[in-house]
């Protein structure tokens, strides 16, 4: 394994190519950067060559110009004509250099827009359990921040096409005119990559620190955002504050120890550069050559290629520099991809949701405890059910499986005789509607929250739930009425019309299941006796489970489920037949 990852670095065009489609690397977008550069460094040769036949012509105080020197030595021209014949070339290479700028930007722009798109598909379609697997400022650093530095790759690869072509040719063009000038400069620059490599290795160890020291600063700065009012509530600040000095610190070393090695890299490189410049003088003083016209052109052509040779050391450090976030990418592609949630395409012979039937359902969460143990119960459609028990007892996990946001470990949840698993989960997901205990809205409009990206339900379905949730009252009272904006996160409405909302969301498709959980635990009695009413008005209609702490929401239940360290318990009832316990007296169940 080790062998196999030492290979794979030490030739990142490889790495690069096997994973391309990763990245949206385009290889036409490429093969338009190698043709662009290939006119332009033509063109900055032939130019180059204009110049010095031109400057021959002025200092010889000739008019008409014939010589030996490039592709335009067979042609006898004024001085005039090759003045002309450089600003067209000016021209050329002016033309070549703008679509080169347009392409390097397509290539960017495009893989970039790839790789989000594809990140993006690979988490909605990955199981909810690999979705909160990871702190959520992890997620948020592999899903927006990650794709954007891995896609850079592709930047640095076209940067590298760009100064390789332009290098290759001019240094091809001096070997047309001196081939011993372009000789020297060639061994001269193995020399100076054979002395730069090691540098370059630890370019790319520094990278790969770099990509683990972002992603935890980027998870400790979104938790500490997350937890502001806690953290200035209990007054805090400096305990949590010092850890993400700490990680910015880190951060911040690593970064500097990259940036002397990328300033090392670039003055050797320089250095370099100047070693073969004279060397080439030295070469050619010995070898006694004496065209001076070709020489000086060469020469010239030789110092621009060395300018392109930098960019291309430097585009290859860089690449080296970016290659370990598309290394992190493409594991995070291989483990959304292998946890993609499982459905099947089938529904319950009714159409509907209907008898809900759990049957020696057991269930553990990754790398723990098991927290349901063999429950079996039946719910009936139109029932009313009341979750209650103490808090860790399971009704929570009750509440994800019903919603499919995991599957049983073991026993089986059936609808009208249907396993669940057999059922296709889009379909699952119209039927059952679910409204959290601190319910958050998109933010934009009313009528935006209670819509949530379904099409399909019109204004009319919208203003229903919202009588049904007893929350259109307030809604029309505002001045916007249902245009009003909710705020971020549905911060701009209290508490009490936020879970009314919610509860209209939930409503506004009519589903066949509506589950709450403690859909009254934070409201005022106003607030709670609205939401009261709604559940008088949707009994029989529907199906409503929910996790009740409140008194006043298990009486309205005609059945109550009781569940105590992850198993349903018979219900203690007093000589009066009232349950008893958690709640005080509430009426038995059926």
């Keep these: 394994?080790?062998?196999?990852?030492?290979?794979?670095?030490?030739?990142?065009?490889?790495?690069?190519?096997?994973?391309?489609?990763?990245?949206?690397?385009?290889?036409?977008?490429?093969?338009?950067?190698?043709?662009?550069?290939?006119?332009?460094?033509?063109?900055?040769?032939?130019?180059?060559?204009?110049?010095?036949?031109?400057?021959?012509?002025?200092?010889?105080?000739?008019?008409?110009?014939?010589?030996?020197?490039?592709?335009?030595?067979?042609?006898?021209?004024?001085?005039?004509?090759?003045?002309?014949?450089?600003?067209?070339?000016?021209?050329?290479?002016?033309?070549?250099?703008?679509?080169?700028?347009?392409?390097?930007?397509?290539?960017?722009?495009?893989?970039?827009?790839?790789?989000?798109?594809?990140?993006?598909?690979?988490?909605?379609?990955?199981?909810?359990?690999?979705?909160?697997?990871?702190?959520?400022?992890?997620?948020?650093?592999?899903?927006?921040?990650?794709?954007?530095?891995?896609?850079?790759?592709?930047?640095?690869?076209?940067?590298?096409?760009?100064?390789?072509?332009?290098?290759?040719?001019?240094?091809?063009?001096?070997?047309?005119?001196?081939?011993?000038?372009?000789?020297?400069?060639?061994?001269?620059?193995?020399?100076?990559?054979?002395?730069?490599?090691?540098?370059?290795?630890?370019?790319?160890?520094?990278?790969?620190?770099?990509?683990?020291?972002?992603?935890?600063?980027?998870?400790?700065?979104?938790?500490?955002?997350?937890?502001?009012?806690?953290?200035?509530?209990?007054?805090?600040?400096?305990?949590?504050?010092?850890?993400?000095?700490?990680?910015?610190?880190?951060?911040?070393?690593?970064?500097?120890?990259?940036?002397?090695?990328?300033?090392?890299?670039?003055?050797?490189?320089?250095?370099?550069?100047?070693?073969?410049?004279?060397?080439?003088?030295?070469?050619?003083?010995?070898?006694?050559?004496?065209?001076?016209?070709?020489?000086?052109?060469?020469?010239?052509?030789?110092?621009?290629?060395?300018?392109?040779?930098?960019?291309?050391?430097?585009?290859?450090?860089?690449?080296?520099?970016?290659?370990?976030?598309?290394?992190?990418?493409?594991?995070?592609?291989?483990?959304?991809?292998?946890?993609?949630?499982?459905s099947g395409s089938g529904l319950p012979p009714s159409g509907r949701v209907g008898c809900i039937e759990f049957d020696g359902v057991r269930f553990a969460y990754p790398d723990g405890e098991e927290v349901l143990h063999g429950v079996s119960f039946v719910i009936e459609h139109g029932d009313f059910v009341a979750l209650v028990g103490p808090s860790g007892a399971g009704k929570s996990t009750v509440m994800k499986l019903l919603l499919r946001l995991h599957d049983p470990s073991d026993g089986v949840i059936r609808i009208d005789g249907t396993p669940s698993g057999e059922i296709g989960l889009p379909w699952w997901r119209e039927r059952i509607a679910w409204v959290p205990q601190d319910p958050k809205l998109l933010a934009g409009t009313v009528a935006d929250a209670i819509r949530f990206h379904r099409p399909g339900i019109s204004q009319a379905d919208i203003e229903w739930a919202a009588r049904m949730a007893h929350v259109a009252a307030d809604i029309e009272g505002w001045p916007d009425g249902y245009e009003t904006q909710v705020g971020e996160l549905g911060d701009s409405v209290s508490v009490g019309q936020r879970q009314r909302l919610a509860i209209a969301r939930a409503l506004a498709r009519r589903p066949d299941v509506l589950l709450l959980d403690e859909p009254t635990s934070a409201l005022d009695p106003d607030s709670e006796q609205l939401i009261a009413e709604t559940f008088d008005e949707l009994r029989g209609h529907m199906t409503i489970i929910v996790i009740a702490h409140r008194l006043q929401t298990v009486e309205r239940a005609n059945r109550v489920i009781l569940v105590i360290d992850g198993a349903i318990e018979p219900h203690p009832v007093d000589d009066a037949g009232t349950l008893v316990d958690f709640l005080g007296p509430v009426p038995s169940p059926r």
């Design 1 to 342: 394994m080790r062998r196999k990852q030492t290979g794979r670095q030490a030739n990142p065009f490889r790495y690069v190519h096997v994973h391309r489609r990763k990245i949206g690397l385009s290889y036409r977008l490429l093969a338009a950067l190698a043709v662009f550069s290939i006119v332009t460094g033509f063109g900055q040769a032939a130019l180059l060559i204009v110049v010095v036949r031109a400057m021959t012509a002025l200092t010889t105080d000739t008019a008409l110009i014939s010589g030996t020197i490039g592709p335009l030595s067979a042609t006898d021209l004024t001085t005039g004509q090759l003045i002309g014949i450089g600003f067209g070339l000016v021209g050329l290479v002016l033309v070549a250099e703008l679509a080169t700028a347009f392409t390097a930007g397509r290539l960017l722009s495009r893989s970039v827009q790839s790789t989000r798109r594809k990140m993006l598909a690979l988490y909605s379609a990955a199981s909810y359990e690999e979705q909160t697997a990871r702190p959520r400022g992890d997620t948020q650093e592999v899903l927006v921040a990650q794709p954007n530095r891995a896609a850079g790759v592709t930047g640095a690869l076209g940067a590298f096409v760009i100064a390789m072509v332009n290098f290759t040719v001019l240094v091809a063009s001096a070997f047309v005119v001196s081939p011993v000038a372009a000789l020297a400069v060639f061994a001269g620059m193995a020399l100076v990559i054979a002395a730069l490599r090691p540098l370059i290795r630890l370019t790319r160890r520094l990278a790969r620190e770099g990509v683990q020291a972002a992603r935890r600063l980027g998870a400790a700065m979104v938790e500490r955002l997350e937890l502001t009012r806690e953290t200035r509530g209990f007054g805090v600040e400096e305990g949590v504050d010092e850890r993400i000095r700490e990680l910015i610190d880190e951060a911040a070393t690593i970064t500097r120890r990259q940036r002397v090695v990328a300033r090392v890299t670039t003055a050797g490189y320089r250095t370099g550069a100047f070693v073969m410049i004279l060397g080439m003088l030295a070469v050619i003083h010995a070898t006694g050559a004496s065209n001076l016209a070709a020489l000086s052109g060469a020469l010239l052509m030789l110092i621009r290629s060395l300018n392109y040779g930098q960019a291309a050391q430097t585009s290859y450090q860089n690449l080296n520099e970016t290659l370990p976030n598309v290394e992190s990418l493409v594991r995070e592609q291989r483990r959304l991809r292998a946890a993609a949630a499982v």
